[in-house]
């Protein structure tokens, strides 16, 4: 059964950073592409990062043009554990991020998600 | 940047209706368009991959087309658990969502 169980969400200041973690476990986590996807209070579903997996160019990264610069997607295959790191948060970025598992190496469509940490972005 | 233009964004209909919601991109992406559904409370859920495929486990009322630049939701005969909001994906690029369309009761 594929598990995704994300961690670090917080109430962090405008200009702070922030770490979340996705425990990836049911599937071979290395050859699937894998997704930050966020839902800000009362408005839609936003991608905001992704990964490739192994024989799609692996770990090759990608970001939405609202978190370029500031955001980092990164994985440990040992752990099969996908991050992300968040510098310079901006009250925009608040949010409920969601890991997402791709059905393919690269990005293609979304097939399995967390169940969402909070990140909080106030004073 | 590829724009996507989803409508309508909210719908009212009744149990049994005939439901279609489109999904317009800014650029030609071929067949590269999901569409999902999402309720309150839990985590989105994949219909519809490559445009026309129905993802398994989806019930066949459900049905997708289209390619290039307009594509196409229906929901044939409109059941109970089917009031949720829909979004569209492209990935073509770096994926991007349409705005949403939330089907309520009518």
């Known amino acids: 059964e594929v598990q995704l169980l994300e961690s670090g969400g917080d109430l962090v200041q405008p200009g702070g950073s922030l770490r979340l973690s996705c425990a990836a476990s049911g599937f071979t986590f290395s050859t699937y592409g894998m997704s930050w996807v966020r839902q800000a209070p009362g408005k839609g579903l936003e991608w905001v990062s992704g990964i490739r997996g192994s024989g799609g160019s692996g770990d090759r990264t990608f970001y939405a043009d609202s978190v370029k610069g500031r955001f980092t997607v990164s994985r440990d295959h040992s752990k099969t554990t996908l991050f992300l790191q968040m510098n310079s948060l901006r009250a925009e970025d608040t949010a409920i991020y969601y890991c997402t598992k791709d059905v393919a190496s690269t990005l293609t469509a979304i097939d399995y998600w967390g169940q969402g940490t909070l990140v909080t972005v106030s004073s | 940047d590829i724009q996507m233009t989803q409508s309508p964004s909210s719908l009212s209909a009744s149990v049994g209706d005939r439901v279609t919601i489109t999904c317009r991109t800014s650029?030609?992406?071929?067949?590269?368009l999901n569409w999902y559904q999402h309720k309150p409370g839990k985590a989105p859920k994949l219909l519809i991959y490559g445009a026309s495929s129905l993802q398994s486990g989806v019930p066949s009322r459900f049905s997708g087309s289209g390619s290039g630049t307009d594509f196409t939701l229906t929901i044939s005969s409109l059941q109970p658990e089917d009031f949720a909001t829909y979004y569209c994906?492209?990935?073509?690029?770096?994926?991007?969502f349409g705005g949403g369309t939330k089907v309520e009761i009518k």
């Open positions: 650029q030609s992406i071929s067949t590269y």
């Open positions: 994906q492209q990935s073509y690029t770096t994926p991007r």
